[in-house]
């Protein structure tokens, strides 16, 4: 299943729809949050599919929001580490935080 959105994503990202949110430098289209938000809401009222997939995140326009904060608040060496990464699905961020049975006291 990773290998087919893996697919779709390379095929969004062609035809022009993927980085429509990111800067015109790294190939988007300075897409807003607002138009973001109206995209996603189209997509996913038309149901599950390869073009949006709610429960993974999966959309044919990426939002990737590590890439949106790296190029806004990054210095110069997080940006030449982790921009072509992150644009390319090589890499992204994640969070959490230890269980609270775990955690020293």
Known sequence: MENLLAEARRRADAAGHYRY???KAYGGRDGTNLDM????EHLAAQGLGLHNDLQNEHSIVGNNVGLLLVLHYGSEAQKAAWIDALLEGRSGFAFGSPSRSTAPM
């Open 21 to 23: 949110p990111y800067p």
């Open 37 to 40: 938000a109206i995209i996603r």
